[in-house]
């Protein structure tokens, strides 16, 4: 079976969903992160911490029950 997967990367969190070929929402996963507020007005978050919010995400997106990856 085949699956469509949509990232989106924003300011506090990583949000997920996978998709079937007809559009139908198989799973939808968020990881959460906090930023760091080194100095007044200044934010940063590490390139690292989106990589693997977005690992957790999908391996969270691949243990719903209607997704079962090929080996």
Same mark, same amino acid.
Not at 45 to 50: G, K, P, S, T
């Given at each position: 079976m085949s699956f469509l997967l949509a990232l989106d990367a924003g300011t506090t969190s990583l949000k997920g969903a996978l998709f079937d070929l007809s559009?139908? @929402?198989v799973g939808i996963c968020v990881?959460?992160?906090h930023?760091?507020?080194p100095a007044p007005d200044i934010v940063?978050?590490?390139?690292? @911490?989106?990589w693997s919010a977005a690992q957790a995400v999908i391996a969270d997106l691949l243990k719903k029950p209607l997704c079962r990856p090929r080996r």
């Open positions: 559009g139908k @929402v990881h959460e992160y930023l760091d507020n940063e978050l590490e390139a690292e @911490v989106y």
